[in-house]
């Protein structure tokens, strides 16, 4: 149902407020050409302190996730334009690990390949999806510290600030970039959920999409 950095000191101090763009590029089969106008093209990341949010936006839906790391909370906010319908979805630890065991893990593989993203150094590694040995590519940065958001949770924080990843999923290549990092004061109620979303349990989620 839902498809689901411009720096004032080039240093490895921890940036605590700003906004992460990002492109979002996808390689499908021809299977999957028919939703290519459905996915989103861009998605954008607000950060302060141990919150974040980011957001993907599609020409009739768009998903949000806000997440604090000191607390731990996850919520989904899910809106489709076209039939008017809003929902979100919050996730507890449990719900959590168990969206978390869904996701692909991977090993991460350094190379001596460096290239400038967004204005900084990042380096190459091979990913490589444990269970099925599919391979991708991620370029990590350690110029800046930022925390990690939703888009990067499945990536190894360890190695820096994740510029550019390209992983397959569901048959598809998506190819996510950073474009521009802003430190600067994120907008007022960023990280609230506006009036008339209805809220649904992970299973009342799971079991209105079908699963997915």
């Not at 149902?1 to 390689?27: P, Q, W």
Request: aromatic share 12%; charged share 20%.
């Amino acid at each position: 149902m839902f498809a689901l950095l411009t720096v004032f000191c080039a240093c490895n101090s921890k940036k605590t407020e700003g906004t992460i763009n990002y492109s979002v590029e996808y390689l499908l089969p021809d299977s999957l050409q028919q939703y290519a106008q459905y996915l989103p093209k861009t998605a954008i990341v607000y950060f302060k302190g141990d919150s974040t949010i980011s957001i993907q936006e599609a020409p009739e839906e768009a998903t949000s996730v806000i997440t604090d790391s000191k607390t731990g909370f996850m919520r989904a906010l899910l809106k489709s334009t076209t039939k008017k319908q809003f929902y979100a979805v919050d996730y507890d630890k449990a719900a959590q690990a168990e969206e978390l065991a869904a996701i692909p893990s991977y090993t991460f593989t350094k190379t001596n390949d460096h290239k400038t993203i967004a204005g900084y150094d990042a380096v190459r590694y091979i990913l490589k999806e444990k269970l099925t040995n599919q391979a991708g590519e991620a370029w990590f940065t350690k110029d800046v510290a930022i925390i990690p958001n939703s888009l990067t949770s499945s990536l190894d924080s360890t190695l820096g600030v994740p510029l550019s990843f390209s992983m397959k999923q569901n048959g598809a290549v998506i190819k996510t970039t950073v474009t521009q990092i802003k430190f600067e004061p994120v907008p007022a109620g960023a990280f609230s959920t506006p009036k008339g979303y209805e809220f649904l349990t992970p299973k009342q989620f799971k079991d209105m999409t079908g699963g997915n």
